[in-house]
């Protein structure tokens, strides 16, 4: 059974940094291309970045470029979002989720989802 | 960057009504649609890929269809489990964007 728990969400004031994880299980991790997801309080989805199954490519939205950084380890099935100068628009839950192949072709889809981990920027 | 509109932003039905949203992109995207349901409190799961492929386990009243710039999600006969917001990604070129969301309730 795939299972993705994100984890290190919280209170951060505003220009402070946070680092996000996602334990994965039940799929071989290096296979896989990985995405964060973020939907503020009453808000939609947002894609925000992702990265391929090697960890080789790396992709980011314009709103976070420069400040929040992905990064995944296939030895022990995590993924990672390091997040820097946060603003008060980056409050959001954050949503780890599994790509269904390797790399960021066309097509690709998110075939399975954590629960989530809130982040709150406030001073 | 690829902008998706959906529409309705909202929608008010019964159970056994024929429901269908749409969602435009502001430019040809092929065939590369993804369409999410989220219900309150949990994450979103994928419905339909590649515009009209049903993800496994989910029901056949579920369909898509489009191509280009437009495309819709037909819910043939609403279930009671089937009030959620639901969500379009096109999945032509990153950002990986979303559209705006439906949210369909229960009239």
């Known amino acids: 059974e795939v299972q993705l728990l994100e984890s290190g969400g919280g209170l951060v004031q505003p220009g402070e940094s946070l680092r996000l994880s996602c334990a994965a299980s039940?799929?071989?991790?290096?296979?896989?291309?990985m995405i964060w997801v973020r939907q503020p309080p009453g808000g939609g989805l947002e894609w925000i970045s992702a990265i391929t199954g090697g960890g080789g490519h790396t992709y980011y939205a314009d709103s976070v470029k420069g400040r929040f950084t992905i990064s995944r380890d296939n030895s022990m099935n995590t993924l990672d979002l390091e997040m820097n100068s946060l603003r008060a628009e980056d409050t959001a839950v954050y949503y780890c989720?599994?790509?269904?192949?390797?790399?960021?072709?066309?097509?690709?889809?998110?075939?399975?989802w954590g629960q989530g981990t809130l982040v709150t920027v406030s001073s | 960057d690829i902008q998706m509109t959906q529409s309705p932003s909202s929608l008010s039905a019964s159970v056994g009504d024929i429901v269908t949203i749409t969602c435009r992109a502001n430019?040809?995207?092929?065939?590369?649609l993804n369409w999410y349901q989220q219900k309150r409190g949990e994450a979103p799961k994928l419905l339909i890929y590649t515009a009209s492929s049903l993800q496994t386990g989910v029901p056949s009243r579920f369909s898509g269809s489009g191509s280009g710039t437009d495309f819709t999600l037909t819910i043939s006969s609403l279930q009671p489990e089937d009030f959620a917001t639901y969500y379009c990604q096109q999945s032509y070129s990153s950002p990986r964007s979303f559209g705006q969301g439906t949210k369909l309730e229960m009239k």
């Open positions: 039940g799929f071989r991790f290096s296979d896989y291309a």
């Open positions: 989720s599994k790509g269904h192949a390797r790399s960021m072709f066309r097509g690709l889809r998110h075939d399975f």
């Open positions: 430019q040809t995207i092929d065939n590369y």
